[in-house]
T-cell receptor, first 116, second 112 residues
Framework: EAEVAQSPRYKITEKSQAVAFWCDPI?????LYWYRQILGQGPELLVQFQDESVVDDSQLPKDRFSAERLKGVDSTLKIQPAELGDSAMYLCASSGGRVGYQETQYFGPGTRLLVL | GESVGLHLPTLSVQEGDNSIINCAYSNSASDYFIWYKQESGKGPQFIID?????DKRQGQRVTVLLNKTVKHLSLQIAATQPGDSAVYFCAENAGTGNQFYFGTGTSLTVIP
């Protein structure tokens, strides 16, 4: 069964350091999402890609966060510099992304970030 | 923005009993809903979805009911098993831009 892959699974860093997370969506999925999930809460969208284009990054703290999906396949989310409040689970999801269709999102296992 | 909430943050049931998890949503334009199961330390796992042209949809041991009149969604799990213990989220979508909004979640504990 096809799955969304993420790495690393866990990351511990000190504040002010840079961190990067990687996501490989289900093969053929055009839409890719990055979410942040704080313990005890539901996921919150950070950025949404359609192929290589950003379609929604209104919730992305652009002063420190960046995301790219250069070839429209895998994606990287970066935080620089990391702050204590960035400690959370970072989830990647993908969907088929056919224009005009609402399609199911499938999530990866997530990257748990701890900022010390 | 949309508001998706759950009536009960925690639910405990005996193994073998049926479970019902509820969800209220506020955006009357939402027309696609998904239930996810999230085990500790893992990503959300798709359980079942329903579109607004349906009132009920059944899967393996799970049933989702949608009441558009009162903007309410429920997930029923039949013969609940210890492996069903997890946090359950409902998510709503109100357009083909495919952005989903998630509620806080309900923690289900199955007592052996």
């Amino acid at each position: 069964e096809a799955e969304v892959a993420q790495s690393p699974r866990y990351k511990i860093t000190e504040k002010s350091q840079a961190v990067a997370f990687w996501c490989d969506p289900i093969s053929g999925h055009a839409t890719l999402y990055w979410y942040r999930q704080i313990l005890g809460q539901g996921p919150e969208l950070l950025v949404q890609f359609q192929d290589e284009s950003v379609v929604d990054d209104s919730q992305l703290p652009k002063d420190r966060f960046s995301a790219e999906r250069l070839k429209g396949v895998d994606s990287t989310l970066k935080i620089q510099p990391a702050e204590l409040g960035d400690s959370a689970m970072y989830l990647c999801a993908s969907s088929g992304g056919r224009v005009g269709y609402q399609e199911t999102q499938y999530f990866g296992p997530g990257t748990r970030l701890l900022v010390l | 923005g949309e508001s998706v909430g759950l009536h009960l943050p925690t639910l405990s049931v005996q193994e073998g009993d049926n479970s019902i998890i509820n969800c209220a949503y506020s955006n009357s334009a939402s027309d696609y809903f998904i239930w996810y199961k999230q085990e500790s330390g893992k990503g959300p796992q798709f359980i079942i979805d329903i579109r607004s042209n349906m009132d009920k949809r059944q899967g393996q041991r799970v049933t989702v009911l949608l009441n558009k009149t009162v903007k309410h969604l429920s997930l029923q799990i039949a013969a609940t098993q210890p492996g069903d213990s997890a946090v359950y989220f409902c998510a709503e979508n109100a357009g083909t831009g495919n952005q989903f909004y998630f509620g806080t979640g309900t923690s289900l504990t199955v007592i052996p």
